[in-house]
């Protein structure tokens, strides 16, 4: 499965659009880049899926360039509420196994 | 629809102890994954069943085991517990069998689980 590089910590302030990059040099020609978002003491909860080029979905854009080497999570006007971790997972699963990184901990302020 | 849902929320043991963890899955689903997350980390597999069968197992040693039964709910059994057992079990339901890079898991709120 390919490595994902994301940034340990990131902090932004309400009503601010957030982009967290993921780095992955090693992506497969069949790999899928997702996304998962998880809040204190619950589990992770899917938030994108793609393949390349744009995503867009109700809650997230998903940008992803031609050489699919890295990807950015693109969060419109967040809120106090979006404070959580971010995790970039690329290449589905094998029976059953996501593979997490330590994701990126998005703290949003007043 | 009910998501995943697990029992207990919270649990405290001693070292020692043996502990079940129980899972049901979202309806319709028949895969089930078992996770462990320590504090600061990110999940970390444990197992897969599919149709009552082992699919997939993490490095993790022989205490831990689990089970699904012909309803597709899950336990994951933990023996011996060491203070390092202590996390949130995180289990998750997908349709899939063989995952496949496109495949999305749902994951319950989790079990947090102490080892004094």
């Known amino acids: 499965l390919a490595k994902t590089t994301q940034p340990i910590s990131m902090d932004s302030y309400e009503g601010q659009e957030v982009n967290i990059t993921c780095s992955h040099n090693n992506i497969a020609t069949n790999d899928y880049i997702t996304w998962y978002q998880q809040f204190p003491s619950q589990g992770p909860r899917f938030i994108i899926q793609g393949y390349k080029t744009k995503v867009t979905n109700e809650v997230a854009s998903l940008f992803i360039p031609a050489d699919r080497k890295s990807s950015t999570l693109s969060l419109p006007r967040v809120s106090l509420s979006d404070t959580a971790v971010y995790y970039c997972l690329v290449g589905g699963t094998s029976y059953g196994k996501l593979t997490f990184g330590q994701g990126t901990i998005l703290t949003v302020h007043p | 629809d009910a998501g995943v849902t697990q029992s207990p929320t919270h649990l405290i043991k001693t070292r020692g102890q043996h502990v079940t963890l129980r899972c049901s899955p979202i309806s319709g689903h028949k895969s089930v994954s078992w996770y462990q997350q320590v504090l600061g980390q990110g999940p970390q597999f444990i197992f897969q069943?599919?149709?009552?069968?082992?699919?997939g197992r993490g490095n993790f040693p022989d205490r831990f085991s689990a089970r699904q039964f012909p309803n597709y709910s899950s336990e994951l059994n933990v023996n011996a517990l060491l203070l390092g057992d202590s996390a949130l079990y995180l289990c998750?339901?997908?349709?899939?069998?063989?995952?496949?890079?496109?495949?999305?898991?749902?994951f319950g709120p989790g079990t947090r689980l102490l080892v004094l």
């Open positions: 069943y599919y149709e009552k069968e082992e699919r």
């Open positions: 998750a339901s997908s349709l899939a069998a063989a995952g496949g890079p496109r495949e999305t898991q749902y």
